[in-house]
């Protein structure tokens, strides 16, 4: 595969979406979580994709219940907790795994474009990571609310750690629209 574009995933009702529908936008993937301590970012995604929406960008969620159980519900759930609690307009897939053999072909792919960064940006929160995930690969999404930028073409452009708010990628964000506005 050469590009995001090239993958299809599920739906929370079951249908398949190719990717290739969002093809020509900039995207921000991220696996999401309904009883995280980061999931009051569901705010600032939702913010992004009111503020850059008519512009290009997509926000596309991706549940995930591979960290300590923090998506224990059903798709359906899932879609009711995000529509009620944070008033969510971007499309939020089925729950997939990230990780691991079971992992989503989507996400094995965002992870082989855009290791990790484990630096010293992000001090503490790692720290506490790798005491609860000492197996993890440096590649492996490490927490709910790892985030990919995608350019237009499907191109990984960056990840984000879980820490990073979305309000913060606005800036790299605004960077691949007015680029693509250029091109045309």
């Known amino acids: 595969m050469s590009g995001v574009f090239d993958f299809e995933v599920q739906a929370a009702d079951g249908t398949s979406v190719p990717l290739a529908n969002y093809a020509g936008k900039v995207l921000l993937i991220v696996n999401v979580a309904s009883k ?12 992004l994709h009111r503020q850059y929406g008519d512009r290009g960008l997509e926000v596309l969620g991706f549940p995930s219940n591979q960290f300590f159980g923090q998506e224990p519900g059903t798709d359906a759930e899932i879609q009711d907790f995000c529509k009620t609690t944070y008033d969510v307009s971007f499309p939020v897939f089925a729950k997939i795994d990230v990780n691991g053999p079971d992992a989503d072909p989507l996400f094995a792919f965002l992870r082989s474009q855009a290791p990790g960064d484990f630096g010293p940006a992000y001090g503490g929160f790692y720290e506490s990571i790798s005491k609860a995930m000492p197996d993890a690969a440096p590649s492996d999404v490490h927490w709910n609310f790892t985030k990919f930028l995608i350019d237009p073409e499907g191109r990984v452009v960056r990840r984000y750690e879980p820490p990073t708010q979305p309000g913060d990628i606005a800036p790299d964000i605004e960077a691949l629209l007015s680029a693509q506005l250029l091109q045309r």
């Open 36 to 47: 995280c301590g980061m999931t009051p970012q569901y705010e600032g995604l939702e913010a």
